[in-house]
């Protein structure tokens, strides 16, 4: 599984937003990479679901309060690395 990346979609953001955009994303995919990195070492079998909430607390949780409060990520999105981390540690 390739790392994954947070990619914000400019038309959703404010003006302060889109100036702070790359540093944004670097700070949501920081967070990210470090959140599936964590729940892949300690899955035990858990269903995709429960790993995708997971990862969406273990993300946020690494994320300052104010950026983690406005923080809604594509749960799609999530799920995807949910549903890679389980396939690659179940075989």
Do not use: W
């Not at 920081?30 to 990195?37: G, H, I, K, M, V």
């Not at 995709?48 to 300052?64: A, K, W």
Request: charged share 30%.
């Amino acid at each position: 599984m390739s790392e994954p990346h947070v990619t914000l979609d400019p038309r959703g953001l404010d003006p302060v937003q889109q100036k702070l955009r790359g540093p944004l994303e670097e700070q949501l995919t920081s967070a990210l990479q470090a959140a599936t990195d964590r729940v892949r070492a300690d899955y035990d079998g858990e269903p995709v679901e429960q790993v995708c909430q997971r990862l969406l607390e273990e993300t946020r949780s690494g994320l300052h309060p104010d950026i983690a409060a406005g923080f809604n990520p594509d749960m799609d999105e999530f799920c995807r690395v949910a549903v890679a981390i389980v396939r690659r540690e179940g075989s």
